[in-house]
């Protein structure tokens, strides 16, 4: 995949401060305080769950929402789980911020090129944001997922579609403040797959502030001499 275009999406400043507060609440859970939330595989609903627990003591409307969808000519049918955050300003409407703490796996493919693996790491670890500003990364990373793809003569897969990664968030979705009682009492499952996840989140956070605090003095310096614009969360490349 040739390197082509730079591309920079956009955060507002309510996104960016949300985003601040979900890593600093991330980098405060530990292991011991996963609990089973569900029978079988977890899948990290227990870090979710320990995330909204803690957004909602900071005063947010948050909650896990799960969506479930079926099969349609070749978008296949499967189910997702996120958080979001409903904010309501002064006229009463409210906005819906999704959360995704494991954002980069749903663009993982099979021999991916090293223009790829670049794009694929400089996307946000923890996704923050609307589904607007969501909809934009989910067409650029399709598409250079395709490039990557096509550079090894293979076809794009149907879970690594646009209309399926869609499906992931537009789906109608239920929303859940705390576990349900019954699915505690019958869980389980060993923890040591999550805990792996937790420590990986911590590893990767800690890299992207640290990279992001080193582009301060950068970024500073720039905006003294360009006209001042909206913070941008994410910098890069399609092709």
């Not at 530990?30 to 029978?39: A, G, N, T, W």
């Not at 900071?58 to 996120?82: F, M, N, R």
């Amino acid at each position: 995949m040739v390197m082509s275009q730079f591309c920079k999406i956009s955060a507002d400043q309510y996104e960016s401060d949300l985003l601040a507060v979900v890593n600093s609440l991330l980098l405060s859970i530990h292991e011991r305080d996963l609990h089973s939330v569900k029978s079988g595989a977890c899948n990290a609903s227990c870090i979710r769950f320990s995330l909204v627990k803690l957004l909602r003591r900071s005063g947010y409307d948050a909650a896990v929402c799960t969506t479930k969808w079926q099969g349609s000519g070749k978008v296949p049918g499967g189910d997702h789980e996120y958080i979001d955050v409903v904010s309501y300003n002064s006229t009463a409407t409210s906005e819906r911020l999704i959360i995704d703490i494991d954002f980069r796996s749903h663009f993982e493919i099979a021999r991916a090129v090293d223009s790829y693996d670049r794009v694929l790491n400089s996307l946000p670890v923890v996704y923050v944001g609307s589904l607007t500003r969501l909809e934009q990364f989910l067409k650029i990373m399709v598409e250079a997922a395709r490039c990557s793809l096509k550079q090894n003569s293979m076809p794009l897969p149907p879970w690594r579609s646009l209309a399926y990664l869609q499906a992931k968030w537009h789906s109608p979705y239920q929303r859940q403040f705390s576990p349900d009682e019954q699915d505690i009492r019958r869980a389980n499952f060993d923890h040591k797959q999550c805990s792996g996840h937790l420590k990986r989140l911590h590893s990767l956070l800690q890299s992207e502030i640290e990279a992001e605090r080193l582009l301060k003095p950068i970024n500073s310096d720039n905006n003294r001499r360009l006209k001042p614009e909206r913070r941008r969360h994410s910098l890069f490349w399609t092709g």
